[in-house]
């Protein structure tokens, strides 16, 4: 897989990833001139991670579920903050507000002159991790409409 020798953009990412990334089940989207890349992941149940490439370093996030399905939401909060280490090491939970709502977001960030190899491990961990979260502590039921 390439390396760029040199920092990322959005346009060569997707370039990459685009060249690269059939192989190993990976397919992304962008309008033109977008900011954000949306990275679906066959092999993790089409698992969609949104992409950004900032100044120095290139932010995965995925969206999980909304903050009012989770049964007892200051519990879930509670616990992620005491075990979080031992959870989500490679990633970062967060609470952030889409359209109107709020939803837990994983995210992680990796720097923009890693090599491809290593962005599509941390692609691969991040969905691994919100699967496994969601499959062992997530809300019992998720209603279709309820996912951003």
Not at 53 to 61: A, D, M, N, W
Not at 131 to 139: F, V, Y
Request: with cysteine; net charge negative.
């Amino acid at each position: 897989m390439p390396d760029t020798g040199s920092n990322w953009t959005v346009a060569s990412l997707k370039a990459a990833l685009e060249e690269n990334g059939k192989d190993g089940g990976i397919s992304c989207a962008a309008a033109d001139g977008a900011s954000v890349l949306e990275v679906t992941l066959a092999g993790s149940g089409d698992f969609l991670l949104h992409v950004s490439v900032g100044e120095k370093q290139i932010l995965t996030s995925a969206i999980l579920w909304p903050r009012d399905a989770q049964e007892d939401s200051a519990g879930f909060e509670a616990m992620m903050l005491r075990s979080h280490k031992s959870l989500l090491p490679l990633c970062a939970l967060s609470i952030d507000v889409i359209d109107g709502r709020e939803y837990y977001e994983l995210f992680g960030a990796i720097s923009r002159q890693a090599p491809l190899a290593e962005i599509l491990a941390e692609f691969h961990a991040i969905a691994d991790s919100a699967l496994e979260l969601a499959r062992d502590i997530g809300p019992r039921t998720i209603n279709r409409e309820d996912v951003a």
